[in-house]
C-alpha cells in the first residue's frame, strides 16, 4: 500500500534536526499541514487572547519561511485556519492519506486537541517525541520517578543521558498532494494593525527557521558572544547580553539539539569555558521544565501548582492591569512591563523580578501573570512560562518556598544608574 503521510505542524517549524521530515522522505506523498484555530487569537476570561500580536508575527512569518524552503525541495506548506479535529480527518479523507504524525505534546490543551483528532482518524496518530535536547525515551530513570530538584536532575542526565545527533535536513521531499495550500494569515486577519516596530527592542525578532539559524551564527561564531554569556547574562540592554535564541526555539524554528551541537563544535574550535557550559545549562533547564510539565499533568495551571498549596491572593483586576500596563508605584517593574508590552521580549532577569512582584508584592494569582505572559511574550512555551511561574509563586518543584525577589535591592544590584529604568520609562 502507498505511505500517504500527513504532517501536523504545530510548534516544530523547520526542516533541519525534524524527525517528522526526516523520516517522511521516502513517502509517496507528503502533505505539511498548519491548522491555526481562531480560539488562539480570540479574547479568554481576562479580556485579552492567548497569542498576542508580536507572537502571532513571529509565526506567521516562520510559516511563510517554511513554506519558501519546503516550496525549494519540491513540498509545500498547507495552511489552514479552523480545528485540527475537523480539517486533518477532511484532509485524509480527501486525499486517501493513511498516516497522519505529529510531535508528541506535554500539556493538557495540546495533549487534548491531539486526542480530539485521534478520535476521528480511521487509524492512529503516530506521535514523535521533538523539542527536547534529551529525548524522552533516554531519561535515566522514569517519568514518575523523575529527581524533583533540578540540580539533582541535572547531575544524574549529565552522568548518564547521552543527547542523540541532529537528524540531516532533507535536500528533497515526496509530492505534494493536490491542494490548495491557502493564504497564509496576517495580525488584520484577526483584527490587529500591522505592528510598529519599536526602535528600543533588542532585536528585531523575525520568525522563522532562517533567520534563527542566522542569529545562532551571529552569536556563537560571528561575535563569540557566548564566550563571555556566564558574565553577561544577567543584563537587560542590547541584542547580545543573552542569546535571544528563546523565540525560534518556543516554536521549533531551530532545534535545541542543533544548538547544542554548534556549541560543542565552537568549544571544539576555541576551547570551553563556564559560558559556553551555561548556555547549555540553560538548555537544561527548559528541558527540565517540559518533563516537569509532562509529569504534572494539569497541576501546571492549578493554583495550588505542584504542592497543593494556596496562598492567600488578592482579586484586584485594578491592580493586575496596572501591573500588566506598567503602571504599578515600582520603576523597575514599570520598566520591564513597558518593554514586554511594546516589543514582546523581556530578559530573565526581569521576568522573574515582575513575577515575584505580582506574587509576592501584590498578592495576585499568578496564573493571571502567567496568562498575561502567554499572551505578550514572543518566546512563550507552555512548559517554560507556566513552570517559571510556579516556581517563582513557590508552589512548583523549588525546595525554597518563598522566591521572593527585592525589588529595590535588584533594581540596585542589575541597574545599578538607573540607564535601563530610563530607557524604558515612557
Ligand atoms: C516568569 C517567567 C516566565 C518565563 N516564560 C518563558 C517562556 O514562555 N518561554 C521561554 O522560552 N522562556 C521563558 N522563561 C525563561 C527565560 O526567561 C527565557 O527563556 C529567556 O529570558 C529567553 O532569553 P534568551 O533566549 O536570551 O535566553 P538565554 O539566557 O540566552 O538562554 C538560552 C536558552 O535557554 C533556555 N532558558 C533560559 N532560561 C530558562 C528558564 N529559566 N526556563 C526555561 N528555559 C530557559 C531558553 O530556551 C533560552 O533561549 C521565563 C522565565 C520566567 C522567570
Redesign the pocket.
Known amino acids: 500500500m502507498p505511505q500517504r503521510v500527513l504532517v501536523w505542524l504545530r510548534s516544530d517549524l523547520r526542516l533541519h534536526d525534524q524527525a517528522l521530515f526526516a523520516q517522511a522522505q521516502k513517502a509517496d506523498c507528503l502533505l505539511p499541514f498548519v491548522c491555526l484555530s481562531p480560539q488562539l487569537f480570540a479574547p479568554q476570561a481576562l479580556g485579552f487572547s492567548k497569542t498576542g500580536p508580536f507572537r502571532a508575527q513571529f509565526l506567521f512569518e516562520s510559516l511563510a519561511d517554511l513554506r519558501s524552503q519546503l516550496r525549494a525541495r519540491g513540498s509545500d506548506l498547507c495552511v489552514a485556519v479552523g480545528e485540527p479535529e475537523v480539517l486533518i480527518p477532511e484532509m485524509v479523507k480527501k486525499h486517501r492519506l493513511t498516516e497522519v504524525w505529529t510531535e508528541a505534546e506535554a500539556t493538557d490543551e495540546e495533549l487534548r486537541e491531539q486526542a480530539a483528532v485521534a478520535l476521528n482518524l480511521p487509524f492512529s496518530l503516530r506521535r514523535l517525541w521533538g523539542k527536547t535536547l534529551y529525548h524522552l525515551d533516554d531519561l535515566p530513570f522514569p517519568l514518575a520517578e523523575m529527581p524533583h530538584v533540578f540540580t539533582q536532575f541535572r547531575k544524574m542526565i549529565e552522568k548518564q543521558a547521552i543527547i542523540r545527533p541532529c537528524y540531516a535536513t532533507p535536500e528533497t521531499l515526496p509530492p505534494f498532494p493536490e491542494q490548495e495550500p491557502g493564504i497564509l494569515p496576517t495580525l488584520a486577519d484577526f483584527g490587529w494593525d500591522s505592528l510598529l516596530r519599536e526602535p528600543r527592542a533588542v532585536l528585531s525578532f523575525q520568525g522563522g527557521e532562517r533567520p534563527g539559524l542566522k542569529r545562532i551564527h551571529h552569536y556563537i561564531w560571528e561575535t563569540q558572544c557566548v564566550k563571555h554569556?556566564k558574565e553577561t547574562?544577567n543584563a537587560s540592554l542590547g541584542p547580545d547580553y543573552?542569546?535571544?535564541?528563546?523565540?525560534w526555539?518556543?516554536l521549533g524554528c531551530v532545534s535545541?539539539r542543533f544548538v547544542y551541537q554548534e556549541i560543542q563544535r565552537f568549544e571544539q574550535a576555541f576551547g570551553a569555558n563556564d559560558s559556553t557550559y551555561w548556555?547549555y545549562f540553560?538548555?537544561l533547564?527548559?528541558d527540565y521544565?517540559r518533563f516537569v510539565a509532562l509529569r504534572a499533568g494539569n497541576r501546571l495551571f492549578a493554583r495550588g501548582g505542584l504542592r497543593g498549596h494556596l496562598p492567600p491572593i488578592h482579586q484586584d483586576r485594578d491592580a493586575f492591569q496596572r501591573w500588566c500596563q506598567g503602571e504599578t508605584s515600582e520603576a523597575f517593574v514599570n520598566a520591564h512591563m513597558n518593554e514586554l508590552r511594546l516589543t514582546g521580549?523581556?530578559?530573565?532577569r526581569g521576568?522573574?523580578n515582575?513575577?515575584s512582584y505580582l506574587c509576592h508584592d501584590l498578592h495576585l494569582d499568578w496564573r493571571w501573570?502567567?496568562a498575561w505572559?502567554?499572551h505578550a511574550?514572543i518566546?512563550?512555551?507552555?512548559c517554560?512560562?507556566w513552570?517559571?511561574?510556579l516556581?517563582?509563586a513557590g508552589v512548583g518543584n523549588d525546595p525554597r518556598e518563598h522566591r521572593y525577589f527585592n525589588i529595590a535591592k535588584q533594581a540596585t544590584r542589575y541597574d545599578a544608574k538607573g540607564d535601563y529604568t530610563r530607557y524604558w520609562t515612557t
Open positions: 554569556y547574562r543573552s542569546s535571544k535564541f528563546s523565540p526555539l518556543a535545541p548556555l540553560e538548555l533547564w527548559r521544565f521580549f523581556m530578559s530573565n521576568r522573574q515582575v513575577a501573570g502567567a505572559f502567554e511574550l518566546d512563550y512555551d507552555v517554560s512560562n513552570a517559571n511561574w516556581y517563582i
